[in-house]
């Protein structure tokens, strides 16, 4: 997918790659903008759901990006919102059956969050801000780098808990349980919300010493 | 999964199967509503009755008209249209017959249409193949389940605005924290009942 960048960006002079940035780092849906927490708590107790998870979240924010886009002019206002979700369930719909066709294990273990993309708020977020603004080309750049965005962060979050969870990365040993033993609490619930508060806190860090506006 | 009973479903899914605590469903709304006391129970509110309504009008939808016509690769689409036609056609009924309750609850409608938790006790109901009753049931206490999370929510966090938090953790870092401690408390209640 990272191949695409350079590409897209000599057709939108220069744009592209700061479009691409900010959606992976500066402005990563996750950690930064706090968006579509629900499924990045949820799909991650495995590192291979989370990247599953996260290459769904790709193609449906490009697609729905480069359609909404195609749109943006004969749209008429009022009806917009709906416009925008009818376009993203088309494409979670498209991967749901994808998915259940060829990967039925997979399909059972992420259950409902498929379908759960839909009211994701990072793709209808990017659909609203971006593609309704800009042209078709740089609207997938936009949607591409907040999936991958998304992706990176589901896919630390996922590496974390299978690690401490259960000694594995990707189903393969990797602290054996001679030594390690395993902390279930990281697969179940709360291990979700404990992995992805120190992320965040973690991104925090290294943005630096900028004030946050937003005390609880 | 028939045999559950549909009050029982009612107390594990405030409980041992919330759909915030062990779901994380609703999430994005759990964050940035929990900060006023005031708002947290509105919202809390308006979500336990519209979850309860959808549940049951998609329920009614699915095994009466999608299930039968033999269109159901179209549950999602026709799942979030049912929501957002159910909460506008609330919103309407609401400004028309109380102002007062409007004020009061107007804001959070539009609000819930993006809800997952909606959504996803939706297609929980499918995914469990629950009966009637017990679809009710699972609206029900999945909404209070949803509401009691972010009413003691709102409440921590009123707390935590007096203690020394530090800077990288201060806003929704320390949040996700408190609430991964609200999950580990609620995992307490998993031996009483539970649903899968």
């Known amino acids: 997918m990272g191949s695409n960048a350079p590409v897209a960006c000599g057709v939108c002079e220069g744009k592209g790659l700061l479009t691409f940035k900010d959606g992976v780092w500066h402005d990563n849906p ?44 004969v749209t008429p206002r009022r009806i917009r919102m709906i416009a925008e979700v009818a376009i993203i369930a088309t494409f979670v719909i ?22 759960l993309i839909i009211t994701n708020c990072i793709v209808m977020g990017r ?67 404990f992995a992805l508060g120190f992320v965040i806190a973690v991104s925090n860090m290294l943005k630096g010493p900028e004030p946050e506006e937003n005390r609880p | 999964m ?48 519209v979850m309860t309504c959808t549940t049951v009008l998609n329920y ?44 009061a609850l107007g804001i959070f409608l539009p609000l819930i249409t993006v809800n997952c938790a909606i959504l996803g006790a939706a297609l929980f109901m499918v995914i469990r193949n629950y009966t009637f009753l017990q679809t009710a049931g699972f609206g029900v206490g999945a909404g209070l ?16 605005g007096y203690s020394n938090i530090p800077r990288p953790f201060q806003g929704v870092a320390i949040t996700m924290i408190v609430t991964g401690v609200m999950a580990l408390a609620f995992m307490g209640f998993a031996g009483m009942v539970s649903i899968q």
Request: some cysteine; glycine content about 8%.
């Open chain 1, 127 to 193: 659909a609203e801000a971006f593609a309704l603004q800009n042209r078709p080309v740089l609207s997938v750049v936009d949607g591409v780098a907040n999936g991958l965005g998304y992706a990176a962060v589901l896919a630390v979050i996922g590496f974390i808990r299978e690690l401490l969870g259960t000694g594995q990365v990707l189903g393969l040993t990797v602290l054996p349980p001679d030594w390690y033993t395993s902390n279930q609490v990281m697969i179940l619930a709360p291990g979700a919300f």
């Open chain 1, 30 to 73: 996750i950690s930064i903008q706090i968006l579509g927490i629900c499924s990045a708590l949820a799909v991650t107790n495995r590192l291979a759901n989370a990247l599953v998870m996260g290459g769904a979240l790709v193609f449906v924010c490009a697609m729905s990006n480069l359609f909404v886009s195609f749109l943006r002019t």
């Open chain 1, 94 to 115: 498209v991967f749901d059956q994808f998915l259940k066709a060829f990967y039925w294990e997979m399909s059972k273990q992420l259950g409902p969050y498929v379908g």
């Open chain 2, 60 to 103: 009614l939808i699915y095994h009466y008209v999608l299930v039968p016509q033999g269109i159901d690769h179209l549950t999602f689409i026709v799942f979030i249209a049912v929501i957002a036609a159910f909460v506008q056609f609330v919103e309407m009924f609401v400004e028309r017959f109380s102002p007062k309750l409007y004020y």
């Open chain 2, 145 to 160: 389940g949803w509401a009691l999370a972010i009413i003691l929510m709102a409440g921590l966090r009123k707390k935590m």
């Open chain 2, 2 to 49: 028939s045999g559950t009973h549909a009050l029982i479903i009612v107390i594990a899914a405030i409980f041992t199967n919330n759909i915030l605590l062990s779901n994380f469903l609703g999430m994005c709304s759990f964050l940035a509503c929990s900060r006023q006391l005031e708002t947290a129970v509105g919202l809390g509110v308006a979500v336990t009755f």
